[in-house]
């Protein structure tokens, strides 16, 4: 079996966990307010943003056996370039405060999340970071595909407020594409536990950020200044 199967195989219990969670159902029936909705775009750009970091991190962290992927992480630093500026966008088309939002602190399951990132690049194997990518890309393809306009129509907010999510998705169809590729590369043992340890991971972490966010007509209020 190719790595990139064995990766999904492996981790696709974990995925199902991440889709089942409450507010994820709610978004993807449509049961959602503009609160919750700014909520998500709040924590989404405090971690987007540390998405070039990373890379620029785990691209550094690389030996020279894996000088092919430097490549691939200066591709994915060439693509992801601002993209944390797209959901500041988004934010002020749904009446937020992009401001507030990027003065505000990330809530601690955000922080935990980028954190552990960091961590498997600077104390553990950088290859791990692709299991980070496995995970984000595959979560925002399907939101994008199956949440996006759904929300907007629930939520009467131009198309132009929905940018981070559309675009994303439709990019992360190409780059899909790409990891799956690169990952039927990886070929060390140990790198491949790596990467399918650290997906398992941002499964559960990644799914913290969204049991935090408010559910329920309460989250009318200004979420993002709960950030």
């Given amino acids: 079996m190719r790595f990139y199967d064995t990766l999904r195989q492996r981790t696709e219990a974990d ?21 919750q909705y700014i909520a998500f775009l709040t924590q989404a750009y405090h971690h987007v943003k ?3 970091p990373l890379l620029m991190a785990c691209g550094s962290r690389l030996d020279d056996e894996h000088g092919w992927l430097r490549k691939a992480v200066a591709e ?12 500041l ?5 749904c009446g937020g405060s992009p401001s507030l939002v ?21 104390r553990g194997n950088p290859v791990a970071f692709f299991g980070m990518v496995h995970v984000l890309e595959g979560t925002s393809t399907a939101l994008a ?14 198309q132009e407020a929905f940018t981070y999510l559309t675009s994303h998705g439709s990019l992360d169809l190409g780059h899909v594409a790409f990891f799956e ?15 399918v340890h650290a997906a398992r991971m941002i499964y559960r972490l990644y799914g913290d950020i969204f049991r935090a966010l408010p559910r329920g007509a309460d989250a009318g209020a200004d979420a993002a200044r709960e950030a």
């Fill in 181 to 195: 590729g690169l990952m039927n590369r990886v070929e060390r043992p140990d790198d491949r536990e790596a990467v």
């Fill in 102 to 122: 990027r003065n505000s602190r990330p809530h601690p399951a955000t922080e935990v999340m980028v954190a552990y990132a960091y961590h498997q690049i600077d």
């Fill in 76 to 87: 994915y630093i060439e693509e992801e370039l601002g993209h944390e500026e797209w959901i």
């Fill in 50 to 52: 540390h998405t070039v």
């Fill in 145 to 158: 595909t199956q949440a996006a306009d759904t929300m907007r129509l629930a939520l009467d907010l131009p």
């Fill in 15 to 35: 995925r199902q966990q991440l889709f089942s969670i409450p507010v994820i159902q709610d978004a993807l029936r449509g049961e959602i307010v503009t609160g």
């Fill in 89 to 93: 966008a988004d934010i002020a088309a």
